[in-house]
C-alpha cells in the first residue's frame, strides 16, 4: 500500500479525551448507543457517553461478585453489558441505565473471551413462536414486586423490587433468540441463551480461548485458542471452525426451548429472593424468649421445671421469686410487649410473602415445566435436543413438595399467631398485677377457653430438652418459625405433629396410594430452604441434559495451526462474522516477527469444502516505516489500526488509519487465489501470498500527544476510542465527518510536512491487500516491552 502525497488525513473528529485514575484492561462499545463499557485493574466497571467521554455511572467490585474482570460484551439490542470475573469464576448481567446486576451466574473456569449474538435467520414457524410468546402473560397473573424495604443489596440490585417491577422482562429481553457465548482456559466453551440458560457446552477444543464467534444462523462456532504444553515450550495459535447445525436445523424449537429455559431460570431466582425477604422479615429478636428461658433454666436454684413454675402462675395466680426476677428484671413488662408486637408484625411478613410471592412464583414454575414437558413428549421436535420427559416430571414433582412445605409453614405461621397472642396477653396482665400496675377491664377478662388454651401452649412448647441444648445450645424452641428459614440440612428442631391426622393415617396404611406419582412428596423433617435446594437441584439437573446433548453434537469442521508464539508478540485474536452474509466470518490476528509486523485476515465459509470462499482475505505487512500495534475490524469492509513510527522516523508518532478491504476484493474464481495447507502452520504459507500495491488514501490520523496503544471501534455507530499505552489516558473519535474550519487548517499543514518526506509503501497481500510499514531491528526491545500489557479486545 502507497499512502497517497495528494491526499490529506482524514480528520476523526475528537468529541473527548481523558485521564483515568486507574488502568483499563477493557473496553466495549455499545451496538446501539453512543455508549463504552470500561473495565479497570481495579475491578470497577464503568459506562462512559460518547460526547465529552463523560461517565454514566460505575459499578465498583464487591466481594459478592468479584474484582478481576476478564471479558466484556454487550447484548446487541444494547440494554444489558455482560462481564466476566476470573477470581469468583462468575458472570454478572448489568442493567445499561444504572450500575445494577440483574442476573448473575457461577461457570466452571475462569472466563478469557465471551461474545453476544443474536439470530438474524427468519421464518414463519419462527414468527408464529414470536407472536405466541404473550401467552403464559395472558394465562399467569403478574408477579408481585418485591418489598424492598426487606432486601438487603450489598452492592447488588434485585430486579424484582417494588421500583423495578418490570425489569424481568429487561432481562428476558426481546423473543427473537441471542446467545450469550462464553470461552475459558482448558477448551471451556459454553452457550447462554438469553443470556442466562445454558443449552451447550462445547468439547473437544484444546487450549485456553483468545477469540470466538457464533454465526448469525448457528450454523458455525469458529475459536481460537492457545495451545501450551508445558511452560517451558512455545504456545501454539490455533483455529477451530465448530459445526452446530443441530442448534441452525431446530432453531424454532431451540428458541422456545431456550425462552422456556430463561423463564424457569427467573422464576427460580425470584423464588430465591422471596425466601430472601422472608428471612429478612424473620428478626433475632423473636429468639430472645428461647434464650432467657435457657438462661434462667442454668441459673434457677430449684428443681421446678420451668413449665411448673409457669403452670403454677396460670393457675394459682402466684410466680416463685426467681420466676418474678427473670419477668420483671430480664423480660420487663415493656420488652415484652416490644416483643410480641415484633411477633406479630414478622409474622404477619412472612404470610403475605408466602402467600402472594412463594405461592404465584411456584405456580408459574409450575406452569412452564408443564408446557416444557409436553414439548418434551413430541419427541419428533424435541428429542434430538434432550429434552427429557421423564426428568421434567421429577421437576415438575419437586415443585409440588416445595409447595406443601409453604402450605405448612403458613399452617405453623397461623397456629404461632394466636399461640402467642393469647400467651403474651395472659403473661402481659400476670406481670402488671406483679408490678401492681392498674389492669384494664377488658384485658383482665379470661375465660376457661382462654386458660385451657394457654396451658396447652405452655404444655407443648415449654418443655425442656437436654438433647436440643446440645444440639443449638437452648432447652426450648418456642419460636417455630424460624427453623423454616434456616438455610442449613439438619432436620427440623420442632417439625409439626401429625399423629391423630386422619390423612397421613389413610397414607400410612395405603401401600399402593402412598407411592402414587400422583402424590406429591412430603417431607415433615426438612425446613424450607432444604426442600427449596432439593427443588433448584432438581430442575438443574434435568434442564442441563439439553446442554450436554447440544455440546456433544458440535463437531470439528476445520482445525489449522496459525503459529507460534515463540520470539513473537501477538496482541489482536478476533472473529467477525459479515453482516450481510451470515455464511462468511473473518478472522483477523497481528504478530510482530523480526523487524515486521503483520495482519492476517482470514476469510472462512460455513461450508469448509469451499476452497475458493476459504482462504486469505488480506495480509498486511508492515515495513521500515510504521509496526502495527492494534487491529479490529471497524466493518465488513475496513480494518482500524494504531500505527507506530519506527526509530528511524523523527517523533515516533502513532498513527490512527483506516485499511480498506474492499480496494482488494476479487472474484471468487479469480485464477491463482491462495489456497491454504491445512497440514502447515499459515506463518510457514505467507511466502506464497500473491501481493500487489494498493493506495492508502485519506484514512489516517496522527494522534498528537498520545503515545497510542489500543483502540475499539463500532460501525455501526461510526466511533472509536484509543487508549494509551499506560492503560489511563483515552481519546474518542468520530470516523465519518468532514473536515472543516481550523482543524481543516491543521491537518493540511500536517499533510503537507508528510508530503515533503518519501512516500511510505507497505505491501499487501493474498486475495487481496495488506499494509506496511515496519519497525526496525534496534526498536525491537522497546516493542516488546510496551506489550507487556495486554488489552482483552
Not at 399 to 419: H, P, T
Amino acid at each position: 500500500i502507497l499512502r497517497n502525497p495528494s491526499c490529506v488525513s482524514s480528520i476523526f473528529l475528537t468529541v473527548g479525551e481523558k485521564q483515568l485514575p486507574q488502568e483499563v484492561v477493557f473496553m466495549a462499545w455499545s451496538p446501539k448507543r453512543d455508549l463504552i463499557a470500561l473495565a479497570n485493574r481495579a475491578g470497577e466497571v464503568l459506562l462512559h457517553r460518547l460526547a465529552n467521554f463523560q461517565r454514566v455511572w460505575s459499578l465498583p467490585p464487591n466481594e459478592n461478585t468479584g474484582k478481576e474482570v476478564t471479558a466484556l460484551a454487550w447484548r446487541p439490542d444494547g440494554k444489558i453489558l455482560a462481564f466476566g470475573l476470573t477470581d469468583t469464576k462468575r458472570i454478572i448481567l448489568c442493567d445499561v441505565e444504572k450500575p445494577e446486576s440483574l442476573h448473575s451466574f457461577s461457570v466452571d473456569s475462569s472466563i478469557t473471551y465471551m461474545h453476544w449474538m443474536e439470530v438474524t435467520e427468519e421464518s414463519s414457524v419462527l414468527t408464529s413462536f414470536y407472536n405466541a410468546e404473550d401467552e403464559s402473560n395472558l394465562l399467569l397473573p403478574k408477579l408481585p414486586a418485591l418489598p424492598k424495604n426487606y432486601i438487603k443489596t450489598n452492592h447488588v440490585f434485585y430486579i424484582f423490587s417494588e421500583e423495578k417491577s418490570d425489569e424481568i422482562m429487561k432481562l428476558l429481553g426481546d423473543v427473537r433468540l441471542n446467545a450469550l457465548v462464553l470461552g475459558g482456559s482448558s477448551g471451556f466453551i459454553e452457550i447462554y441463551a438469553y443470556g442466562m440458560f445454558k443449552i451447550a457446552t462445547v468439547t473437544g477444543v484444546a487450549g485456553s480461548c483468545r477469540g470466538l464467534c457464533l454465526s448469525s444462523d448457528l450454523k458455525s462456532l469458529s475459536v481460537i485458542t492457545e495451545i501450551q504444553d508445558s511452560s517451558d515450550s512455545e504456545a501454539e495459535i490455533t483455529y477451530f471452525q465448530l459445526d452446530t447445525s443441530l442448534l441452525s436445523s431446530y432453531l424454532p424449537e431451540v428458541t422456545r426451548m431456550a425462552r422456556k429455559f430463561t423463564h424457569i431460570s427467573t422464576l427460580l431466582q425470584y423464588i430465591k429472593l422471596s425466601l430472601t425477604c422472608m428471612c429478612e422479615a424473620w428478626e433475632e429478636i423473636l429468639m430472645q424468649m428461647d434464650s432467657r428461658l435457657t438462661k434462667f433454666v442454668q441459673e434457677k436454684n430449684t428443681t421446678t421445671s420451668v413449665q411448673d413454675e409457669f403452670m403454677q402462675l396460670l393457675l394459682w395466680g402466684k410466680a416463685s421469686l426467681e420466676l418474678q426476677a427473670l419477668l420483671m428484671n430480664q423480660l420487663t413488662v415493656k420488652g415484652l410487649k416490644k416483643l410480641g408486637q415484633s411477633i406479630e408484625s414478622s409474622y404477619s411478613s412472612i404470610q403475605k410473602l408466602v402467600i402472594s410471592h412463594l405461592q404465584s412464583g411456584s405456580e408459574a414454575l409450575l406452569y412452564h415445566l408443564s408446557e416444557l414437558k409436553g414439548m418434551a413428549l413430541w419427541k419428533q421436535k424435541y428429542e434430538s435436543l434432550g429434552l427429557d420427559a421423564s426428568g421434567i416430571e421429577e421437576a415438575i414433582t419437586a415443585v409440588g413438595s416445595f409447595i406443601l412445605k409453604a402450605n405448612e409453614l403458613l399452617q405453623v405461621i397461623d397456629s404461632s399467631m394466636k399461640n402467642f397472642k393469647a400467651f403474651f396477653r395472659w403473661l402481659y396482665v400476670a406481670m402488671l398485677r406483679m408490678s401492681e400496675d392498674h389492669v384494664l377491664p377488658e384485658l383482665n377478662k379470661m375465660t376457661q377457653k382462654d386458660i385451657t388454651f394457654v396451658a396447652d401452649f405452655l404444655t407443648e412448647h415449654f418443655n425442656e430438652a437436654p438433647e436440643l441444648y446440645n444440639r443449638k445450645g437452648k432447652y426450648f424452641n418456642v419460636e417455630r418459625v424460624g427453623q423454616y428459614l434456616k438455610d442449613e440440612d439438619d432436620d427440623l428442631v420442632s417439625p409439626p405433629n401429625t399423629e391423630g391426622n386422619q390423612w397421613f393415617n389413610f397414607l400410612k396404611n395405603s401401600t399402593h396410594l402412598k407411592e402414587s406419582p400422583l402424590l406429591f412428596p412430603y417431607y415433615p423433617e426438612k425446613s424450607l430452604h432444604f426442600v427449596k435446594k432439593q427443588m433448584e437441584g432438581v430442575i438443574d439437573q434435568c434442564l442441563q441434559k439439553p446442554a450436554d446433548v447440544i455440546g456433544k453434537s458440535v463437531r470439528q469442521a476445520f482445525c489449522m495451526s496459525l503459529y507460534k508464539t515463540s520470539q513473537r508478540y501477538f496482541s489482536t485474536l478476533f472473529v467477525k462474522w459479515n453482516d450481510k452474509a451470515s455464511n462468511i466470518h473473518y478472522v483477523l490476528f497481528t504478530i510482530l516477527e523480526s523487524s515486521i509486523s503483520k495482519i492476517y485476515i482470514l476469510r472462512r465459509h460455513t461450508d469448509t469444502s469451499r476452497s475458493v470462499s476459504n482462504g486469505i482475505l488480506a495480509l498486511f505487512y508492515f515495513y521500515r516505516c510504521y509496526s502495527c500495534l492494534d487491529a479490529h475490524f471497524y466493518d465488513d469492509e475496513t480494518v482500524t489500526v494504531v500505527l507506530k513510527e519506527s526509530v528511524e522516523q523523527e517523533g515516533k508518532e502513532r498513527i490512527l488509519a483506516q485499511l480498506p478491504l474492499s480496494s482488494v476484493y476479487t472474484d471468487e474464481d479469480q485464477e491463482g487465489e491462495f489456497i491454504w495447507d491445512s497440514t502447515k502452520r499459515l506463518e510457514e504459507q505467507s511466502g506464497e501470498i500473491p501481493t500487489r500495491t494498493i493506495f492508502l488514501e485519506n484514512q489516517w490520523r496522527v494522534l498528537e500527544n498520545m503515545k497510542a496503544q489500543y483502540v475499539a471501534v463500532n460501525g455501526i455507530r461510526k466511533v472509536s476510542c484509543v487508549l494509551s499505552s499506560n492503560l489511563r489516558h483515552v481519546r474518542v473519535f468520530e470516523m465519518d465527518v468532514e473536515d472543516d474550519g481550523e482543524v481543516e487548517e491543521e491537518e493540511e499543514e500536517e499533510i503537507t510536512q508528510t508530503a515533503a518526506g518519501e512516500p511510505e509503501e507497505l505491501n499487501q497481500s493474498a486475495d487481496n491487500q495488506e499494509s506496511v510499514c515496519g519497525a526496525s531491528a534496534e526498536e525491537l526491545p522497546d516493542e516488546a516491552e510496551e506489550h507487556e500489557t495486554s488489552l482483552g479486545p
